[in-house]
Nanobody, 118 residues
């Protein structure tokens, strides 16, 4: 059972990246998925999430209008499309999975580095 985040890289400001959160050993359909990020010297912050039951999405104010979270049911993955990236988006991005009605996240991915140059 594993959750793996991928898709990070180095991009110029204004560019785009797509992160993927892939599950192996369990079905993501039954889990809410969240993306977090942590920049050096800063606390981890929630970026976006999508619920398991009705697909409701949430975005932090800092990424609203620029990031889009979505599910790929066929691939058992959740993607995070990041457009118009800014240097302040630079961080390690993590995905986490929480089964419906669970009090905490059940699985965490290992993180993928996103670096946005100015």
């Amino acid at each position: 059972v594993q959750l793996q985040a991928s898709g990070g890289g180095l991009v110029q400001a204004g560019g785009s990246l797509r992160l993927s959160c892939a599950a192996s050993g369990f079905n993501l359909d039954y889990y809410g998925i969240a993306w977090f990020r942590q920049a050096p010297g800063k606390e981890r912050e929630g970026v976006s999430c999508i619920s398991s039951i009705n697909g409701i999405t949430y975005y932090s104010d800092s990424v609203k209008g620029r990031f889009t979270i979505s599910r790929d049911y066929a691939k058992n993955m959740v993607g995070l499309q990041m457009n118009n990236l800014k240097p302040e988006d630079t961080a390690v991005y993590y995905c986490a999975a929480r089964r419906a009605f669970s009090a905490s996240y059940n699985f965490w991915g290992q993180g993928t580095q996103v670096t946005v140059s100015s």
